[in-house]
């Protein structure tokens, strides 16, 4: 249950504060500019993070 909290929702809850933080910043006229977004929230958690929350490990194409 510790490494789930320290490693799982840590980082979410860190980026959702990111992104409430930094909404004014990549949201323009109402539309969401989605790489200054990523910039702003993802950015920080590094390339490593992102990868763990983007690309599954373990599929070949068709699984992800």
């Known amino acids: 249950m510790k490494t789930f909290l320290k490693e799982v929702l840590l980082p979410l809850l ?3 504060c990111l992104a ?3 909404k004014p910043v990549y949201m323009a006229d109402g539309v969401c500019d989605y ?3 990523w910039l ?3 950015f920080p ?3 490593r993070r992102m990868c763990l929350w983007l690309v599954p490990f373990g599929y070949g194409i068709s699984g992800t």
Do not use: E
Request: proline share 0%.
């Open 14 to 16: 860190i980026a959702l």
């Open 20 to 22: 409430a933080f930094f």
């Open 45 to 47: 958690f590094g390339i």
């Open 35 to 37: 790489f200054l977004m």
């Open 40 to 42: 702003c929230v993802g």
